[in-house]
């Protein structure tokens, strides 16, 4: 079974408003995720162009609200892990302070806060910074397995700023572990093994062969990670994926790899604050710890409010129908995010 990127086309048609009601019409691009054959939309509308956002009074607000990460208040403010677990009571790599999820979404949660700063702009993210996070993380995800083998399944995410559904503007990650994977890191693991069954081969090392072989979607290789754009983004004007080559699980990710992980990811922060974005979600997909069918990877999608009135760029089409659109092109955001990886 070869990997294909299918694509169909379909024209809607109108009288344009804009053009003495001329007949016009608008190619809808249909898209079929080539692991999982998830459906999404390319909709050939004009691009939004964001304005650069005034940040300082959304800051303001949620430091008079009072923010419990800041290091006045996170010693008190925070939770500790158990005796049994951390003995410690918290995990620390340089500023990144780890310790549980007072709202967990898994058996093991836990929120990794990356900077004593309340808020790090995108182009003010260092790469020992995050490197620290990361690393902070894993040693979490490290004791938690550890302590409970059934909790082999792994995600981090990352939610920065309101439009990305973050109720704290202090830059922090949730880490999440349990014995039971969640929806669409189960569509990943199951369609990754299946593949391997099928094919003998894994989807991950054909998959990055195919899309350097096309040279369309593809960035650039950092150490062991490669970076591209999604052939079906998640996200309205930008999804880059980042793949962990030949690792099998978060916990089998060495030291380089994560920095050369942040190395990339404050290459693609300065585009996204080129492009006056200013909010995404990011989510690293473990692979599972004696399986080499899914390799550990990144993707990361822009969030914004859509102008004029601010509506919400999560649809009802990608809300309750599950399907993913977007405004742009992969191919094109590739070719703008190429000059930053150089």
Not at 73 to 79: D, F, G, R, V, Y
Not at 178 to 190: E, F
């Amino acid at each position: 079974m070869s990997i294909g990127f299918k694509k169909e086309i379909e024209l809607s048609k109108l009288l344009d408003p804009r053009n003495n009601f001329i007949e016009k019409s608008f190619p809808i691009e249909f898209r079929y995720d080539p692991l999982t054959k998830d459906m999404g939309i390319i909709l050939e509308f004009r691009r939004m162009q964001r304005e650069k956002k005034d940040l300082s009074a959304v800051i303001a607000k949620s430091l008079q609200a009072g923010c419990p990460f800041c290091p006045e208040s996170i010693e008190k403010a925070t939770p500790k892990f158990i005796p049994d677990f951390c003995p410690e009571g918290r995990i620390r790599a340089g500023e990144a302070i780890v310790f549980p999820n007072a709202m967990p979404y898994m058996p093991h949660s836990a929120i990794t806060v990356i900077s004593s700063k309340h808020f790090v702009g995108l182009s003010e993210f260092t790469e020992d910074m995050l490197a620290n996070a990361f690393l902070a993380s894993q040693t979490y995800l490290r004791r938690v397995q550890e302590y409970d083998a059934s909790a082999k399944y792994w995600l981090l995410n990352w939610n920065y700023m309101p439009p990305a559904a973050s109720s704290q503007i202090h830059p922090h990650l949730q880490v999440l572990a349990g014995p039971l994977p969640l929806v669409y890191h189960r569509v990943l693991l199951d369609a990754s093994r299946k593949y391997r069954s099928a094919n003998g081969t894994g989807f991950w090392s054909d998959f990055i062969a195919k899309e350097k072989e096309l040279g369309e979607r593809y960035i650039a290789t950092i150490g062991n990670t490669v970076w591209l754009t999604s052939f079906v983004p998640r996200g309205g004007q930008l999804d880059i994926q980042a793949i962990f080559q030949e690792r099998e699980s978060f916990l089998s990710l060495l030291q380089e790899d994560m920095e050369s992980f942040c190395h990339g990811l404050t290459k693609v922060f300065k585009y996204m604050d080129d492009q006056n974005f200013y909010s995404f979600d990011l989510c690293l997909y473990s692979g599972v710890v004696g399986e080499d069918s899914l390799w550990t990877q990144v993707r990361i999608i822009e969030r914004g409010l859509v102008p004029p009135v601010d509506a919400s760029d999560a649809s009802n089409i990608r809300l309750l129908v599950d399907t993913k659109t977007s405004i742009r092109h992969p191919e094109a955001v590739c070719q703008k995010l190429k000059p930053y990886f150089e």
